[in-house]
């Protein structure tokens, strides 16, 4: 599918856009969308489908605020494309917690004082949501290298790492299935902005 535009003051038609159509399963619920081949996955969540819990930082790569996780493992979602997530399943931050109620992740983030600004909380908590998947509990140097690719100008990491480390100690059942309660059934949703 393609969208070419014209220019209304100059009438320069600018290249066609492709479109692709995806079918996806983001925190539980099928997603059909119809998304430009270039959108990048950070933007399809927070732009098109308003979950706006993954953020973005330097979008190359670096920074791992936008990491969600994809079929169980930890994405940076900015290097991702939206069209590559058809047939896939999406979790977001906002498939963490049920209703109001922290999970016991965010718990212990937030009773082991694991935050501070909160902007790269988001990449944490999937990354260790994702670390559970692998279905078996990590020492704390373990823990600290599969978070080194989260980048936070606040905690120091070692907070992040000791509240990691207890949910695993107090929780060794965590891979907790996803709750579809971050968006409307069977959302059907046309993006097409680049
Ligand atoms: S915004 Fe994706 S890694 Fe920084
Ligand atoms: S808590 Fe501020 S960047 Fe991590």
Redesign the pocket.
């Known amino acids: 599918m393609t969208s070419a535009t014209t220019s209304a003051t100059t009438g320069v038609e600018t290249p066609a856009e492709v479109l692709v159509e995806t079918v996806t399963t983001v925190n539980g619920r099928e997603v059909r969308a119809t998304v430009p081949a270039r959108l990048h996955v ?1 933007d399809f969540l927070r732009q098109h489908l308003g979950l706006t819990g993954t953020h ?11 990491t969600v996780i994809v079929d169980g493992e930890a994405v ?4 991702m494309l939206a069209c590559q997530l058809d047939g896939r399943n999406v979790r977001t931050v906002e498939d963490l917690a049920e209703g109001d109620e922290l999970n016991a992740l965010q718990q212990a983030f937030k009773e082991e004082h694991a935050l501070q600004c909160g902007f790269c909380s988001p990449g944490f908590l999937m990354t260790a949501t994702a670390l559970a998947h692998q279905g078996y509990r990590p020492g704390r140097e373990e823990i600290r290298e599969e978070i080194a690719g989260v980048l936070c100008r606040c905690t120091g990491y070692d907070t992040v790492v000791t509240a990691i480390e207890r949910w695993f100690a107090e929780h060794p059942q965590t891979a907790a299935p996803s709750a579809p309660d971050a968006l409307p059934a069977d959302t059907d949703t046309t993006a097409t902005q680049g």
């Open positions: 950070a973005v930082g330097c979008e190359q790569g670096a920074c791992g605020m936008c940076k979602s900015c290097l």
